[in-house]
């Protein structure tokens, strides 16, 4: 049976231990999260933190994979008014020049692959909401990192899922086929990094204190962010499948995401900072009617979130995204 690898993670968020620009997360109560079904929020968020615990997938018809994610308030206006005026942003404003970075820690993960479930979870950032990827709007971006616990053969790995869109051409990064083989379990406050330079508009990441450099398109060439792009939002992200009697039930799953220098700890070019307090879409945005957005529908514009999919293959084989 073909397996599926969610290739997403949008948002905005930071760090327990950023305490000089605190940035927290939508409540796991938050009717705002009906915006972008059928992702749910996770079910404990904590100001910059995400957990959940793994539990039974199965309905009548099988196992179902079950999305989550997390991303902060401002984020979501940035999303809605991306989808009213169709240009790019976030709720972070890049700076015009040098390196800018954030990490995310894995605070738990199961330690071990099992072949009746496994989890996909991870950290990345995006220029608007995921819909820009699979639509014709111009100036799309999005990068994600995720680790996987795989049960299919290939074992736990890490994969980067990057995509943009640029001069109405949808690009996909060539790291989106570079699996990274984990070992579980993981070591204690594993962390991933990913840096912006946007001296050359170019995007790199780390892997547990290992540079691993800045992403290729599929031609060799940088993968870029576009011009038009000036702000981003971050966020957590990721999807489950588990069978009723999976031993990997009840296992905790979480991380923290970190945007302060001070706090960093893997090894980012020489100069880089993190990301400054502030937001790009100001208060909380109206409906082109002047009402406040409700949570429970769309704006008008605004797609339901479709999750883009990527097949599971062997280590060693590109994954390429389903066009």
Request: proline fraction near 8%.
């Amino acid at each position: 049976m073909r397996k599926y690898i969610l290739a997403a993670v949008l948002g905005s968020l930071t760090s327990a231990a950023s305490a000089t620009c605190p940035y927290p997360l939508m409540d796991e109560t938050s009717t705002r999260y009906d915006l972008f079904q059928p992702l749910q929020p996770y079910s404990n968020i904590d100001f910059q933190s995400v957990e959940y615990l793994m539990q039974s997938t199965e309905s009548a018809s099988g196992p179902e994979v079950v999305s989550y994610q997390a991303l902060s308030d401002a984020m979501v206006d940035a999303v809605i008014q991306s989808a009213s005026t169709g240009l790019p942003g976030g709720d972070l404003a890049l700076p015009a020049s040098g390196i800018v970075a954030f990490e995310w820690q894995m605070d738990h993960f199961p330690a071990y692959a099992s072949g009746d479930g496994y989890v996909v979870f991870g950290a990345g950032f995006a220029s608007s909401n995921f819909p820009w990827l699979q639509s014709g709007t111009d100036n799309a971006l999005s990068v994600s990192i995720a680790l996987a616990n795989s049960p299919y053969g290939q074992g736990p790995f890490a994969t980067v899922v990057a995509g943009n869109r640029i001069g109405g051409v949808l690009n996909w990064g060539a790291s989106i086929g570079g699996v990274h083989p984990v070992a579980l379990p993981l070591p204690a406050n594993y962390r991933v990094g990913i840096y912006l330079n946007m001296d050359a508009r170019t995007v790199g990441f780390t892997l547990n204190g290992v540079d691993k450099g800045y992403l290729e398109n599929e031609q060799g060439g940088p993968f870029l962010i576009p011009t038009a792009v000036s702000s981003i939002g971050l966020a957590f992200s990721g999807f489950t499948q588990v069978m009723g009697n999976s031993s990997l039930i009840g296992s905790p799953v979480g991380g923290t995401l970190i945007t302060d220098s001070a706090s960093f700890t893997q090894p980012f070019p020489a100069g880089t900072t993190g990301f400054t307090c502030g937001s790009t879409s100001g208060s909380r945005l109206k409906l082109p009617n002047g009402k406040p957005f409700p949570g429970k529908s769309n704006p008008r514009g605004l797609q339901k979130f479709q999750p883009l999919l990527l097949p599971i293959k062997p280590l060693g084989q590109a994954l390429k995204a389903n066009r």
